[in-house]
């Protein structure tokens, strides 16, 4: 999973942005609403408790008796037409509620609105609060006119803001689910759009991956629906992969071609070497030498020829097999006797053990004795002398395992995964094309077999080759 893939990259440029812009949008819309609706409820107020009309009403009763007072509040109240809209209070000089629109007298309530009208210019004043009840409301106090500066009480209308907050906890669902919404449409069609790109880009990154490891036969196929440009950028892909093609198929041509044409010359120098090193058997020392060093870079050019002419028959698939049963522990023999020789000459010890009754292969022997005989040739190779060879064959019920360990140079970890590549080499100070690892896989796998390398730097390496055997006929065991 990419850390930061399109897809993270989309949701935190785009949704999380226009997320927040929502979220402002939404904020405005329900705070300029909720102001808009508190203002019209101020002016209700203003309108209800207009200064002029009460101060009138009240006007001869000002500075009158408590009972006289009282009685023109009663009236007041009772002739009161906007019950149904907001509360009417009288509060009288002393700032005591003597009569009510509701008929109902609470000794908790606060009115700070009235202190405040008192103290202030214009007779009048505003509070938004909470009544004892809980009950949200907005009231305006009007004071009624002073004599001698003294207060003569006032008149007191309050709205309750429940509806209000009701209406705008409304708008505010609305415009939340609105903005959801907007939101969702916007996920789902950028989803939309941006899957479009990351699903033909991880095409694309699979394809040219598989590409970049050889498979050049690969070609993308796109959405026919979008002509767009990574469609453009698919066709150019698989016109490069064409080109690719073309060009390694020349390259494979002309080194079949050219290790073909090598290979008449190289017979006919290692022939000739061969005959005139028994000619001169026992005369010119100078030129018995001579001829030995041609013989044996002669025999490393053809060995060389033969690598090239193995790669080129399966990099164009014509590497083909001869089966037949055979007894794969004979070919493993024969490698062994091959090679030994040369590995005493190095100082290197050989130690080889296998089962003594035969273990019947389907297989082209040529190609198995190959096998072994590189594998075998890698290790003392990569061995120093003194070292020492293993080779080792245990012959389960349907496989035959084969294990070639010395005690080499190794392979480091970096370049372990990648020996069996062609022309790869972890070392490049020994001789070598570092085909021969890759020719082998090649050959195991064509026998449904697998060939495993496991190696310690400065320690050694182990090849593990396996093979499906053919069912055993107990008459064939000799130990049996
Ligand atoms: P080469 O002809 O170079 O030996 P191979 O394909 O046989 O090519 O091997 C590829 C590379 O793997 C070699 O160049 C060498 O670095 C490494 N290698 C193979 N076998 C051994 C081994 N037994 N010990 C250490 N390195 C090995």
Redesign the pocket.
């Known amino acids: 999973m990419l850390k930061s893939g399109i897809m993270v990259r989309w949701f935190f440029t785009t949704i999380l942005v226009i997320a927040l812009i929502l979220t402002a949008i939404s904020a405005s819309i329900v705070f300029l609403l909720r102001d808009y609706y508190y203002e019209t409820v101020e002016n209700k107020l203003l309108s209800l408790g207009q200064i002029g009309v009460v101060s009138d009403y009240f006007s001869s009763y000002l500075g009158s008796d408590s009972d006289t007072f009282s009685a023109r509040a009663r009236e007041y109240v009772d002739n009161y037409q906007d019950i149904n809209v907001a509360e009417l209070w009288v509060i009288n000089k002393d700032g005591e509620v003597i009569v009510t629109s509701t008929g109902f007298i609470s000794e908790n309530e606060e009115f700070p609105d009235y202190d405040e009208a008192i103290d202030s210019v214009s007779g009048r004043a505003f509070w938004q609060g909470e009544m004892s009840s809980g009950e949200k409301v907005m009231a305006l106090s009007v004071l009624l006119p002073k004599t001698n500066g003294m207060s003569n009480g006032a008149v007191r209308y309050i709205i309750s803001l429940e509806a209000v907050d009701l209406q705008v906890g409304k708008i505010t669902l609305i415009v939340g689910l609105i903005s959801l919404f907007a939101l969702f449409l916007v996920v789902f069609s950028g989803l939309f759009f941006v899957r479009s790109i990351v699903v033909p880009v991880k095409k694309l990154n699979a394809v040219t991956r598989s590409i970049a490891e050889g498979n050049y036969s690969q070609k993308i196929e796109m959405n026919k629906r979008y002509d767009d440009e990574l469609a453009e950028l698919a066709e150019s892909i698989n016109y490069m992969t064409d080109e690719i093609d073309k060009t390694d198929k020349l390259k494979t041509e002309f080194i079949s071609t050219v290790s073909h044409e090598l290979r008449t010359p190289l017979t006919a120098i290692k022939g000739w070497t061969e005959t005139l090193l028994c000619i001169n058997e026992n005369k010119d020392e100078t030129v018995n030498n001579g001829l030995k060093v041609i013989l044996n870079e002669t025999e490393r050019l053809y060995a060389l020829v033969e690598?090239l002419l193995d790669f080129s028959r399966m990099e164009s698939g014509r590497m083909s097999l001869h089966l037949k049963k055979i007894d794969i522990l004979a070919e493993l023999d024969d490698a062994v006797y091959v090679l030994r020789d040369r590995a005493t000459r190095e100082g290197k010890e050989i130690y080889y053990s296998s089962p003594d009754y035969p273990a019947p292969v389907n297989a082209d022997p040529d190609r198995i004795k190959q096998v072994f005989v590189?594998?075998i040739?890698?290790?003392i190779?990569?061995?120093p002398a003194g070292g020492r060879i293993t080779i080792l064959a245990f012959v389960g019920s349907d496989e035959i395992n084969i294990k070639?360990a010395?005690t080499?140079?190794?392979?480091s970890p970096e370049?372990l995964p990648r020996?069996?590549e062609k022309?790869?080499?972890?070392?490049?100070s020994?001789?070598?094309?570092?085909?021969?690892?890759?020719?082998?896989d090649e050959i195991i796998t064509l026998h449904k077999g697998s060939l495993e390398?496991t190696?310690i730097l400065g320690e050694?390496?182990e090849?593990n080759i396996k093979l499906p055997t053919l069912p055993v006929n107990l008459s064939e065991r000799k130990d049996s």
């Open positions: 690598d590189n594998v040739d890698n290790a190779k990569y061995t070639v010395d080499g140079c190794g392979i370049d020996v069996k022309f790869y080499k972890a070392n490049l020994a001789k070598g094309s570092g085909i021969g690892l890759a020719v082998c390398i190696s050694g390496t090849v």
